[in-house]
């Protein structure tokens, strides 16, 4: 069940945006196992991503109605009202991960 905007008052959508903001992706690519502790916020989630599903069926239950939400905002450009619920997190989450530099300095047995 999509929500349709038209059909939403202003209480229920202020609901809808902070359930949205307080959500995580559960499982898969941008889950907890990958991003600990708890995933990524479903609002940082790539619009590619969003799109895979939207494509193949998003999951069953409360957590594919708030992705095809999201889908359905980032879709229509309205990202940007994302921002407020971003900056109670502190920012966007970064999905890049630092990677770990390692310098070695042995030398090598075909460098003598």
Same mark, same amino acid.
């Given at each position: 069940?999509? %929500?349709? +905007?038209?059909?939403?008052?202003?209480?229920?959508?202020? /609901?809808?945006?902070?359930?949205? =903001?307080?959500? /995580?992706?559960? !499982?898969?690519?941008?889950?907890?196992?990958?991003?600990?502790?708890?995933?990524?916020?479903?609002?940082?989630?790539?619009?590619?991503? #969003?799109?895979?599903?939207?494509?193949? =069926? +998003?999951?069953?239950?409360?957590? =594919?109605? #708030?992705?095809?939400? %999201? +889908?359905?905002?980032?879709?229509?450009?309205?990202?940007? %009202? +994302?921002?407020?619920?971003?900056?109670?997190?502190? =920012?966007? !989450?970064?999905?890049?991960?630092?990677?770990?530099? %390692?310098?070695? !300095?042995?030398?090598?047995?075909?460098?003598?």
């Amino acid at each position: 069940m999509v %929500v349709e +905007f038209t059909d939403i008052d202003r209480d229920d959508l202020r /609901n809808l945006m902070e359930e949205i =903001g307080k959500a /995580n992706m559960a !499982f898969g690519k941008y889950g907890p196992d990958e991003y600990p502790p708890r995933g990524v916020p479903i609002i940082d989630l790539p619009s590619e991503y #969003l799109a895979w599903f939207a494509e193949r =069926g +998003f999951p069953k239950g409360r957590l =594919g109605e #708030l992705l095809a939400t %999201v +889908f359905e905002i980032k879709q229509s450009g309205a990202d940007a %009202v +994302f921002q407020p619920l971003r900056e109670r997190k502190g =920012g966007r !989450f970064r999905l890049a991960r630092k990677r770990g530099r %390692v310098i070695d !300095f042995e030398e090598r047995e075909d460098e003598r």
